[in-house]
């Protein structure tokens, strides 16, 4: 089951070469990260996004929760103004805020073996790489 969620003010939108999500709080001052269409023929991709989680799930790779979100109307009307992927569609993809999170990017920039003794469970990363490359995920390319 996917939670709905209304988000009411920006923290801020992370630059990336895919969808440049935005950091933002919900009613509960919880942290989400949001995704909004990348285009008005974007069709498909945040439907990706939550059939994935729910793979994810159903596999046991654990993944933050998702949720259903929609955009306070106060906020709307800013953000939309600035930001017109907001336009295209009246609800956008949410998943939880991760604190001390490692971006999954960085494990193909970094030299040597010392970051991988970060990671609690090197395995579900593997899992997660795999699985991006299987479903062309193209917020890693």
Same mark, same amino acid.
């Given at each position: 089951?996917?939670?709905a969620?209304t988000?009411? +003010? #920006? !923290?801020?939108?992370?630059?990336? $070469? ?19 269409? @990348? ?5 498909? +991709? ?10 994810? /799930? ?6 933050? &929760? !998702?949720?259903?979100? &929609? %955009?306070? @109307? $106060?906020?709307? /009307?800013? =953000? ?8 295209? +569609? ?6 939880? *805020? %991760?604190?001390?999170? *490692?971006?999954? @990017?960085?494990?193909?920039? *970094?030299?040597?073996? #010392?970051?991988?003794? @970060? *990671?609690?469970? =090197?395995?579900? %990363? %593997? ?7 299987? =479903?062309e995920?193209? /917020?890693?390319?």
């Open positions: 089951m996917i939670l969620k988000i009411g +003010s #920006v !923290v801020q939108r992370y630059q990336t $070469d895919g969808h440049s999500p935005y950091l933002m709080l919900d009613e509960d001052l919880d942290k989400i990260i949001l995704k909004p269409k @990348n285009s008005i023929n974007d069709t498909i +991709s945040l439907q990706k996004e939550y059939l994935c989680s729910l793979l994810l /799930d159903c596999w046991n790779i654990k993944t933050p &929760n !998702v949720y259903l979100c &929609n %955009i306070d @109307n $106060d906020l709307y /009307d800013k =953000i939309s103004t600035e930001d017109i992927r907001f336009r295209y +569609s009246e609800f956008y993809f949410g998943c939880h *805020f %991760i604190e001390n999170q *490692f971006e999954l @990017n960085r494990l193909f920039s *970094f030299s040597g073996k #010392v970051p991988l003794r @970060n *990671f609690q469970n =090197i395995e579900s %990363i %593997i899992y997660i790489a795999l699985f991006d490359i299987w =479903i995920n193209d /917020d890693r390319m």
